[in-house]
């Protein structure tokens, strides 16, 4: 029974991760003022103002996680 348990943990957890993405690449323009990041591949993204946003600046490598349908930025990442 313990296992039957923890292996339906270990699935619910991953499936949750499985659910948000993302998108990285190059910021190509950056409105601050109504936080609008525009990556080189020409993707825009709105990010909420419930969203924290690292300092950002045109030419540096981003990672725009979103939310499970894609259309929601939920975090806004400066990769290593």
Same mark, same amino acid.
Request: net charge positive; aromatic share 4%.
């Given at each position: 029974? /313990? @296992?039957?348990?923890? *292996? &339906?943990?270990?699935? &619910?957890? !991953?499936?949750? *991760?499985?659910? &948000?993405?993302?998108?990285? =690449? +190059?910021?190509? @323009?950056?409105? *601050?003022?109504?936080?609008?990041? !525009?990556? $080189?591949?020409? @993707?825009?993204? !709105? +990010?909420? %103002?419930?969203? &924290?946003?690292?300092?950002?600046?045109? =030419? $540096? /490598? +981003?990672?725009?996680?979103?939310? =499970?349908? %894609?259309? /929601? +930025?939920? =975090?806004?990442? @400066?990769?290593?």
């Amino acid at each position: 029974m /313990k @296992k039957i348990i923890i *292996a &339906a943990s270990a699935i &619910a957890i !991953t499936a949750g *991760a499985a659910f &948000a993405s993302s998108n990285d =690449g +190059v910021i190509s @323009k950056y409105n *601050a003022d109504v936080r609008v990041i !525009t990556l $080189e591949n020409g @993707k825009s993204y !709105t +990010v909420p %103002r419930d969203v &924290a946003l690292p300092q950002l600046q045109v =030419g $540096e /490598k +981003v990672s725009i996680q979103l939310n =499970g349908e %894609r259309d /929601k +930025v939920t =975090g806004v990442l @400066k990769p290593l």
